[in-house]
C-alpha cells in the first residue's frame, strides 16, 4: 500500500510539475466536440439528439492521445525497469500509474462536460446519467488503453497499432454508455446500463492490472 | 549467500551470444564482464537481473531459482542499466525516495547520507533534469546505497563520471564488498580495485562476433 | 496422455506427422467442399421467400462459424504458449490469426453481398456484421503487434497475451453489439432463420461446416510446417532434412 501511494504520489507530482501539459486532453475533448455542430447542423433539435454519442467519442479519442503517455517517459528514462524489479506486487503498482492517469486525465474530462452538455443542447436532466456513465466508463478506457500501451511500448511507432489494438476494445463501454444517456432522454430507466457498466468496470480494475504488469514484462526485454 | 549461474545460454537473431555460461559470485566478490561491442554484456546483466528471459539455463540466489522466487532476489538485487532510472521533474531527494518506498524498508544508508557519499550533497532539492550526466550517474549510485540491496548489478557505471568520481566509485564498490556485498559490472574503463576479490568474465570469445 | 501431448511438441515429430497428414486432409477438404457446394448450389431447393440469394448462406455461414471458431483456436494455444512454453503452440496461434482474418473477411463481404437482395443496400449495421467487423480489426491488431515486434520471443508472447486479452473481451463485445443492436433495430429481418431452415438445405450447410474446418486444418498444417523449418533452421534435424532433399 505504501508502495500504491508513493507511486500514485509520484505521478502526480509529474503531472503537477507539467501543469502546461495537463489541459491538453481537456482542449481536446472540448475542442472535438464543438467541431460537430460546425461540421452537421447548429440546429438543437439534431444536436440534442446526438449530444451524448458525441460526447462519449470524444471522451473516447481523447483517453486514446493521451494514454500513450502512460509508460512513455518511464520507459525512456529507465524508471520503468526499476518499478518491474521492486519486490512489490506489479498488479498494485499499475493501478497505481492507472489511477494517476486517470485523476490527471480523465476526471477533468467529467469535469467539463456540463459545459459540453450546454454547447450541444443536451436534453434537460440526463447530464447526470451523462456524467454518471463518464465516471464508470472513462477508467475503463484507462484500464484497456494501459494493456494496449504496456504491448506497444517498446516499439518506435506504436502509435497507430495502438488506436488499432485498443479501440474496438472500447466498444461496450461506448455502446452502453451513449445509450443511457439516450434512454434516459426518452424517459426510459437506465439501471440495466449503470449495472452493465459498473460491472465493466469492476472486471476491468480486477484483470485489467495483471495484463498490464504481464505485457510490460514482455515487452522490457 | 551467492549467485549461480548455470548453462546460460542467449541467442540475437542466429546468432549465439552465449552458451554453456557457468559462473558463481559470493559474498565480497565482484565480477566484470568483458567482451567487445554487442558481445551481448547488457543482455547478460539484463538476464541475470531477471529482465530478460534466458533461452536456456538458470540462475540461482541463494540456492532459489530467481524465475520462481522472485520476490527474495528482487530484494536483494539492485540494477543500474543504460539509463539512470531516474526522473528528470524530480530532484534526487524525492527519485531516491521513491526508490525506497518501491524497495523494503531496510537500508544501508539513509538519502542524504548516500547522496553526501556520492559527492552529491548540496543537490538534493535542485530537479534531476538540471543536473548534468555524470552528476545524473551518480545519483543512481546513490539510489543502490540507499536500497538494501546485496547484489548490485551495473551496466557502464563509469560512463560519463569525471575521475574523482571514478575512484570515488571504486571506494564505494570496494566499502560494498567488504560488507560482504556482490556487484557485477561491465565497463570499458579499467577498474581498478586492488583491495578485493575480482574476477573477470570475457564474452564473445568462442561465438561468432563478426557481424551484429 | 500429457507425455504423448509433450512428445507431440517436438519440433521435429509435429513436422513429420504434419508431412503425413496434410494429403489426407487436403483430399478430404476437397471431397467435402465438391459435395457440399453441389448440394447447396445446385440441389437444395430455392427458398420461398429469398430465392436463389439465399445459396450465399453456404459460404457466409461457415466462414462466420470459422472466423470466430480460429479465435478461439488462437486463445487457446496462447495461454498453452504461455503456461507451458510450447513453441509448436505459438507457431498454431500465429499462423491461425491470417486464415482467421481471412474467413473473417469473406463473411464479411458474403454478408454485403446477402444483404443487397436481402435488405437493398450492402449494409445496414446488423449485429452479426457489425460484430464480425469488429472482430476483423481484431484480427488485424493481432496480426499488426507480431508484425511490428522484430524480436520472435517478445513477439510470440506480446501476441500471446494479447490474444487471451482479447478473448475475455470479445463476447462482451459481441452481446453488447447485439444488445445495441436490437434496440436500434428490433424490427429488421434477420438473414439466418434458423428455425425455418429444411433438412435439405441444411445438411449441405453442415457438410460446408466440416469442410472449412478441415480446409482451416489444413493451411495451419501447411503453414505451420513451413514456420517451423524456418525457425528451427539451424537445429540438425532441419540440416539433416535439407541435405536428404
Given at each position: 500500500m505504501n508502495a500504491f501511494t508513493a507511486l500514485l504520489k509520484r505521478d502526480l507530482l509529474l503531472a503537477y510539475r507539467n501543469r502546461g501539459e495537463l489541459a491538453n486532453p481537456m482542449l481536446f475533448f472540448i475542442i472535438v466536440v464543438s467541431l460537430f455542430p460546425l461540421a452537421v447542423s447548429p440546429d438543437p433539435s439534431i444536436l440534442e439528439g446526438m449530444a451524448a454519442g458525441v460526447i462519449w467519442v470524444a471522451a473516447l479519442l481523447s483517453t486514446l492521445l493521451s494514454i500513450e503517455r502512460i509508460f512513455r517517459s518511464d520507459f525512456d528514462d529507465g524508471t520503468l525497469e526499476q518499478i518491474l524489479l521492486c519486490p512489490q506486487p506489479l498488479p498494485i503498482l499499475m493501478l497505481a500509474k492507472v489511477s494517476a492517469h486517470w485523476l490527471v486525465t480523465g476526471l477533468p474530462l467529467i469535469i467539463v462536460t456540463p459545459l459540453l452538455a450546454l454547447l450541444l443542447h443536451l436534453p434537460e436532466g440526463t447530464l447526470g446519467i451523462l456524467m454518471l456513465t463518464l465516471l464508470l466508463g472513462t477508467p475503463v478506457l484507462s484500464l484497456v488503453g494501459a494493456i494496449g500501451v504496456a504491448l506497444t511500448v517498446g516499439l518506435r511507432r506504436g502509435g497507430m497499432l495502438l488506436t488499432l489494438l485498443i479501440l474496438p476494445l472500447y466498444t461496450p463501454v461506448l455502446i452502453f454508455g451513449a445509450n443511457a444517456v439516450q434512454a434516459a432522454t426518452m424517459g426510459l430507466d437506465v439501471t440495466g446500463q449503470i449495472y452493465l457498466m459498473s460491472g465493466l468496470l469492476v472486471l476491468s480494475l480486477t484483470l485489467a492490472p495483471l495484463a498490464i504488469g504481464s505485457a510490460l514484462r514482455v515487452s522490457v526485454s | 549467500m551467492s549467485l549461480i549461474a548455470k548453462d546460460l545460454e542467449y541467442a540475437r537473431d542466429d546468432r549465439a551470444l552465449f552458451t554453456g555460461l557457468n559462473f558463481t559470485i559470493n559474498a565480497g566478490e565482484v565480477l566484470q564482464i568483458e567482451g567487445p561491442n554487442g558481445s551481448g554484456k547488457t543482455t547478460l546483466l539484463r538476464i541475470l537481473c531477471g529482465l530478460i528471459n534466458a533461452d536456456g539455463g538458470e540462475i540461482y540466489w541463494s540456492d532459489q531459482d530467481i524465475q520462481k522466487d522472485r520476490y527474495d532476489y528482487s530484494n536483494n538485487a539492485s540494477y543500474i542499466g543504460h539509463?539512470?532510472?531516474?526522473?528528470?521533474?524530480?530532484?534526487p531527494l524525492e527519485n531516491l525516495a521513491l526508490s525506497h518506498a518501491l524497495s523494503?524498508?531496510?537500508?544501508?544508508?539513509?538519502a542524504h547520507e548516500a547522496l553526501e557519499k556520492v559527492g552529491m550533497g548540496g543537490f538534493e532539492h535542485q530537479l534531476c533534469r538540471t543536473l548534468s550526466a555524470g552528476q545524473r550517474r551518480r545519483v543512481a549510485i546513490a539510489r543502490l546505497l540507499n536500497s538494501p540491496a546485496k547484489l548490485w548489478i551495473l551496466d557502464e557505471p563509469f560512463t560519463a563520471i569525471d575521475q574523482a568520481g571514478i575512484s570515488n566509485l571504486e571506494s564505494i564498490i570496494t566499502e560494498h564488498a567488504h560488507a560482504d556485498g556482490m556487484v557485477i559490472l561491465t565497463s570499458h574503463h579499467q577498474v581498478n580495485l586492488p583491495e578485493i576479490n575480482f574476477s573477470t568474465l570475457v564474452l564473445g570469445q568462442t561465438t561468432n562476433t563478426q557481424h551484429y | 496422455m500429457l507425455q504423448w501431448l509433450h512428445k507431440l511438441a517436438s519440433p521435429k515429430i509435429f513436422y513429420n506427422l504434419a508431412s503425413r497428414l496434410i494429403p489426407w486432409f487436403g483430399w478430404s477438404t476437397l471431397l467435402l467442399l465438391v459435395y457440399g457446394l453441389y448440394g447447396g448450389l445446385i440441389e437444395a431447393p430455392a427458398d420461398y421467400q429469398q430465392g436463389d440469394s439465399f445459396r450465399i448462406m453456404y459460404i457466409h455461414v461457415p466462414a462466420a462459424w470459422m472466423s470466430m471458431f480460429i479465435y478461439l483456436v488462437i486463445a487457446f494455444h496462447s495461454a498453452v504458449f504461455l503456461i507451458w512454453k510450447i513453441t509448436i503452440s505459438d507457431i498454431l496461434a500465429r499462423v491461425s490469426a491470417l486464415i482467421g482474418a481471412s474467413f473473417t473477411f469473406i463473411a464479411l463481404v458474403t454478408g454485403c453481398l446477402w444483404g443487397k437482395p436481402m435488405w437493398g443496400t450492402y449494409w445496414i449495421w446488423d449485429a452479426r456484421l457489425t460484430s464480425e467487423l469488429l472482430l476483423l480489426f481484431i484480427y488485424l491488431g493481432y496480426m499488426g503487434l507480431g508484425s511490428a515486434i522484430e524480436d520472435r520471443r517478445v513477439a510470440a508472447r506480446a501476441c500471446a497475451l494479447l490474444a487471451i486479452v482479447c478473448v475475455v473481451i470479445i463476447p462482451i463485445i459481441h452481446y453488447s453489439v447485439i444488445w445495441w443492436n436490437t434496440l436500434h433495430q428490433g424490427s429488421s429481418v434477420s438473414v439466418m432463420n434458423k428455425s425455418a431452415i429444411d433438412t435439405s438445405m441444411l445438411i449441405p450447410l453442415l457438410v460446408m461446416a466440416i469442410a472449412f474446418k478441415l480446409f482451416y486444418v489444413l493451411v495451419v498444417l501447411m503453414r505451420a510446417r513451413t514456420e517451423l523449418l524456418f525457425q528451427e533452421r539451424k537445429t540438425n534435424w532441419v540440416r539433416k532434412l535439407i541435405q536428404e532433399k
Open positions: - | 539509463h539512470d532510472g531516474l526522473k528528470g521533474d524530480c530532484t523494503s524498508s531496510k537500508e544501508n544508508f539513509s | -
